[in-house]
Nanobody, 114 residues
Framework: QVQLVESGGGLVQPGGSLRLSCAASGFTFSIYAMSWYRQAPGKERELVAD????????NYADSVKGRFTISRDNAKNTVYLQMKSLKPEDTAVYYCKGPQWVRWGQGTQVTVSS
């Protein structure tokens, strides 16, 4: 079954950290670039970070540069998003994405609040 399953979200205080995981199955994970997106209430889904198939190159939205790190483990078919120095404006549902033909997963909720 082709799917993406995100996990690791939760409630965290401002300044805190979380590590999100996305487990992929049903396709050859290691040959595709992967991305993390997020969607806050009432806003469009936005690209947060992406990583090439080998992990050799990454890109970040300006809003998360220096605070978030995307990585992947091709042996585990998993992509990660390490988030540090979290801010209330990071509150959103976070989704991972692979090839265009793979459907969005259910996402994982991240809430940053005191």
């Amino acid at each position: 079954q082709v799917q993406l399953v995100e996990s690791g979200g939760g409630l965290v205080q401002p300044g805190g950290s979380l590590r999100l995981s996305c487990a992929a199955s049903g396709f050859t994970f290691s040959i595709y670039a992967m991305s993390w997106y997020r969607q806050a209430p009432g806003k469009e889904r936005e690209l947060v970070a992406d990583i090439t198939s080998t992990g050799g190159s990454t890109n970040y939205a300006d809003s998360v540069k220096g605070r978030f790190t995307i990585s992947r483990d091709n042996a585990k078919n998993t992509v990660y998003l390490q988030m540090k120095s979290l801010k209330p404006e990071d509150t959103a549902v976070y989704y991972c994405k692979g090839p265009q033909w793979v459907r969005w997963g259910q996402g994982t909720q991240v809430t940053v609040s005191s």
